[in-house]
């Protein structure tokens, strides 16, 4: 017998209509903790750089799609001002370490740390997010599905403005 996993849902194969908001950004935490994770165990310099980059994006486009359609809502729907100021801090901490990396190269000293305390810093403000704001968000009537759309489509604009034109 197969059982099918309610919790998680796979983004690229969904509707835009049919995303659910709070799983479209768990599955982005998920993406970029497995992504973490890799970090860890490459050697190549180029490599790392590469995921590095490409952590930096994933984390760039989240957050933007959180501070500019997510938290606005969530606030609206939930009165709480604590937990998303905290968030809104947390992101402003993380872009600073996010240009940091950005404008390095791998085999500077301090490359690897900082991308380890970004990592660590990301998983922090999941824990929270998880853990207490998207729960108390579940409990409001907030339309996830349609604010899910709404970050899908924003997602998908930001990644092509961000992704650099291939010759």
Not at 5 to 15: E, Y
């Amino acid at each position: 017998m197969t059982t099918k996993s309610t919790t998680k849902t796979d983004t690229s194969t969904d509707k835009p209509e049919s995303i659910d908001a709070i799983v479209l950004l768990e599955n982005d935490h998920a993406e970029v903790k497995t992504q973490f994770d890799e970090y860890e165990e490459l050697e190549s310099k180029s490599e790392k750089q590469a995921l590095a980059d490409k952590i930096c994006m994933a984390l760039k486009i989240h957050a933007q799609i959180e501070e500019e359609i997510f938290y606005p809502a969530a606030r609206k729907a939930t009165k709480d001002t604590d937990l998303l100021d905290e968030a809104t801090v947390e992101h402003a901490s993380a872009k600073i370490l996010i240009a940091e990396i950005e404008a390095m190269e791998p085999d500077e000293p301090l490359y690897d740390a900082k991308v380890k305390v970004l990592g660590e810093q990301i998983k922090h403000h999941v824990k929270e997010e998880e853990g207490e704001l998207f729960p108390e968000i579940r409990k409001t009537d907030l339309d996830l599905k349609k604010l899910g759309a709404r970050l899908s489509k924003r997602k998908v604009e930001l990644l092509s403005q961000m992704t650099p034109e291939r010759e």
